[in-house]
């Protein structure tokens, strides 16, 4: 006759740590909400530079490989600004 297996007990599900307290923006130290700002200011000065060379980079291959023409790209930008300057 085969032998029977015993089947394992389901672990409960923990709950989340009471310990663990988030605090509102209004409660936190003065100290990190204006160094926030600046924090993104400089991340922004490193990440622009990048994203400008890759995008160009981009539109170069595209214009390489015959997928549009410079005169296409040109005008999208248009589209762009008119349409950012809508809203």
């Known amino acids: 006759m085969p032998s029977k297996k015993k089947m394992g007990r389901a672990q409960p599900r923990r709950q989340a740590s009471t310990r663990t307290v988030r605090r509102s923006v209004a409660s936190r ?9 600046d924090e993104l200011a400089e991340a922004l000065d490193i990440m622009l ?3 400008t060379a890759r995008i160009a ?5 595209l214009v390489e490989k015959g997928f549009c023409t410079h005169e296409d790209l040109v005008r999208s930008r248009e589209f762009v600004d008119l349409s950012r300057s809508r809203s």
């Not at 130290?29 to 700002?37: L, N």
């Not at 980079?57 to 291959?61: G, K, P, R, Y």
């Open 57 to 61: 980079a981009l539109e170069h291959l």
């Open 29 to 37: 130290p003065e100290g990190v909400a204006t160094r926030r700002p």
């Open 49 to 51: 530079p990048e994203l």
